[in-house]
Nanobody, 121 residues
Framework: QVQLVESGGGLVQPGGSLRLSCAPS????????MAWYRQAPGKERELVAD???????NYADSVKGRFTISRDNAKNTVYLQMNSLKPEDTAVYYC???????????????WGQGTQVTVSS
């Protein structure tokens, strides 16, 4: 069973930086969509950043200019570099990927377990 494994969350002061990473736990056939979402207490899960068709990136307005999504195709890993963090960025961050675990299986959507990011002085 494929799992998405996230790392890199933690506690950081306002203005600080963190880098999140996410990768499948085992070998897979192919991976397509990779994205980061977040969910703050009492709020719905929202898209933070993703790769759109053709490799372009898409960001929530609230993180534009501060966050950068990137990927290492050789490692099937997606990263989220978060700079100039604000208290309102505090949330559980989730990785999402649409991937094919085996050549004979269709694309499926997978979610990571979530990693806590807390921005506080």
């Amino acid at each position: 069973q494929v799992q998405l494994v996230e790392s890199g969350g933690g506690l950081v002061q306002p203005g600080g930086s963190l880098r999140l990473s996410c990768a499948p736990s085992g070998s897979i056939f192919s991976i397509n969509v990779m994205a980061w979402y977040r969910q703050a207490p009492g709020k719905e899960r929202e898209l933070v950043a993703d790769f759109t068709g053709g490799g372009s990136t898409n960001y929530a307005d609230s993180v534009k200019g501060r966050f950068t999504i990137s990927r290492d195709n050789a490692k099937n890993t997606v990263y989220l570099q978060m700079n100039s963090l604000k208290p309102e960025d505090t949330a559980v961050y989730y990785c999402n990927a649409v991937l094919r675990p085996h050549w004979y299986r269709p694309d499926q959507s997978y979610w990571g377990q979530g990693t806590q990011v807390t921005v506080s002085s």
